[in-house]
């Protein structure tokens, strides 16, 4: 076994070399469907899912269409985009690193104060640390596999390598993680509203659950649901992008905050174990809460579904350069997720159990205000964009395309699919189960575990061909997958049934 190759698909091998396009027409489904079984890569591209969105289009637009203008008729929006190509050009390293750190932060900062509490305090390094490294090299294995076999979407590049039918699974595991994604946005909007009317005069009702409820509904109502039933709101990817500033602001905010609140007290309260119900804090978690804090992690760093769009965005692209990419963009991520996990535990220790958004005042500290209003902004941007990445992939997966399907029966599936996302947000206790089962179960597949496949049926791939380091991380890539969706899951599922 150890010295077994495996044979490699035509294109590996250097036989014929299919295009996109001829790419697209082997895996065009019965029936005249207009595209893959799987999401298209047009589709991907106008609607990423996890809410980030790529400005590449943008920037050429800019560079192309807005110089020509005189100066005097541009407008504001139109000078910015013209700067951020002229300082970011698309497709070179700042833009890539910019577009996979994007496609990672976002709500899922919202559970590391939460995921520290659980792992405890070295563990919530140690984690985002592992799972980063690894990040890395599963977008490595993807950008070889791309680079041999030219697929545009992590659809097409499973069914090549794997197999017919395995194109409906990963394109079934990219609902889950956008369908989540929606879920957790209802989810943190009813927390804002939470965090703030409990801090006022309002009535009892307000405050109550079915008063939260109810205003989550009003807002979904009035400006979620409108947007989910366009076929296409570009604009608000820019909205989107915008909020990302917010999110870092939010972040820097949690540091700060923690300096000059619980940092002092709470440090000198360390013990070596411990739940996360007891006082003070711990270095490593007891019990079944320990494995917690993976899930959340795993989520906060998904990006390689979506990194197809970003490699092929690339300018001077190689696989090699990608992974450079990749890892200044998981440097990053790990440096603003260890901190968000390590000062929001150290502010608030025990009582991290919640939703970051969930333990400040907002009322009395105007600064914390400003991220939730800048948070709730972008919620309410993100929601019909990853809504949208749902449809598509559903109506790729059997074989509609969404600019020729009907208006009505359009409308049914989009609003099916948002009432059943304010449903889940409504009712399911949490936001931190939706981003422990969505990393574990999600994450796990199309991070680890399927990257690893496709290198080591991407042919070509024995231990005497690729050496013992490649040989060793991909397995180990591997086996952190099944764990990942093993006991991950289980932790998760476990957690949820007893609370624990």
């Given at each position: ?29 019965p029936?005249?469907?207009a ?29 192309e ?7 005097e ?30 496609i990672c ?11 520290a ?15 980063g ?16 076999l030219g ?23 990219r ?6 994604g ?10 804002i ?13 307000w405050k109550?659950k ?13 400006v ?15 909205i989107?992008?915008v909020g ?17 609140h ?11 174990t ?20 993976l ?7 998904l990006?390689?579904?979506n ?18 990419c990749s ?12 901190s ?11 009582r ?8 400040y005042?907002?009322?009395?500290e ?18 019909p ?35 059943a ?35 080591m049926?991407?042919?070509n ?34 957690s ?5």
């Open positions: 076994m150890a010295h077994e190759t495996r044979a490699a698909p035509s294109e590996a091998m250097g036989g014929p070399h299919f295009s996109a396009e001829q790419e697209d027409d082997a895996l065009r489904p029936g005249g469907a595209d893959n079984m799987a999401p298209s890569a047009q589709a991907d591209r106008s609607l990423l899912p996890r809410e980030k969105m790529h400005e590449e289009d943008t920037g050429r637009v800019a560079g269409l807005y110089r020509k203008e005189p100066v008729q541009r407008g504001w929006a139109q000078s910015v985009m013209v700067l951020m190509s002229s300082g970011i050009p698309p497709g070179g390293l700042l833009s890539t690193v910019f577009n996979l750190s994007s932060i976002g709500a899922g900062i919202l559970g590391l104060p939460f995921a509490n659980s792992s405890g305090l070295v563990l919530a390094l140690v984690y985002p640390a592992l799972i490294v690894l990040s890395v090299y599963s977008l490595y294995c993807l950008a070889v596999q791309m680079e041999q697929s545009k979407t992590y659809e097409g590049m499973a069914r090549v390598l794997l197999g017919p039918g395995f194109d409906y699974f990963t394109a079934v595991l609902s889950l993680n956008t369908f989540g929606c879920v957790s946005f209802i989810i943190s909007v009813g927390d509203f939470k965090a703030i009317l409990d801090n006022t005069n309002a009535p009892a009702y109550s079915s008063g939260n409820r109810l205003l989550t509904s009003l807002l979904w109502l009035t979620m649901l409108p947007l989910v039933i366009p076929r296409h709101i570009n604009s608000l990817r820019h989107s992008a990302i500033v917010f999110v870092i602001y939010f972040v820097v905010m949690i540091i700060i905050h923690s300096g000059m619980g940092l002092s007290e709470n440090a000198k309260n360390l013990h070596v411990g739940r996360t119900t007891d006082e003070g804090i711990h270095l490593f978690g007891t019990g079944n809460r320990a494995l917690d804090g899930g959340v992690f795993m989520f906060a760093f990006c390689q579904v990194s197809f769009e970003v490699y092929w965005d690339m300018s001077d692209r190689s696989a090699s350069r990608f992974t450079l890892a200044i963009a998981m440097l990053l991520c790990f440096i603003v997720y260890g968000t996990a390590v000062f929001g535990y150290l502010d608030f220790g025990n991290a159990t919640v939703s970051a958004t969930l333990l005042n907002p009322v009395k105007p600064e914390v205000m400003v991220a939730y209003i800048g948070l709730l902004v972008k919620l309410c941007a993100s929601f964009l990853i809504s949208m990445a749902t449809r598509n992939s559903l109506y790729h997966s059997v074989g509609w395309d969404p600019d020729k399907l009907p208006f009505w029966k359009h409308c049914i599936v989009v609003v099916s699919l948002a009432v996302a304010l449903l889940f947000g409504l009712f399911i206790p949490s936001i931190n189960m939706v981003f422990g089962f969505i990393g574990s179960f999600c994450g796990g597949a199309t991070a680890f575990l399927l990257p690893s496949i496709f290198m049926y991407g042919g791939w024995s231990l005497r061909s690729v050496g013992w380091a490649h040989y060793t991380i991909t397995y180990a890539l591997l086996f952190a997958g099944v764990i990942m969706v093993v006991f991950g899951t289980g932790a998760t599922i476990y949820a049934v007893a609370g624990d």
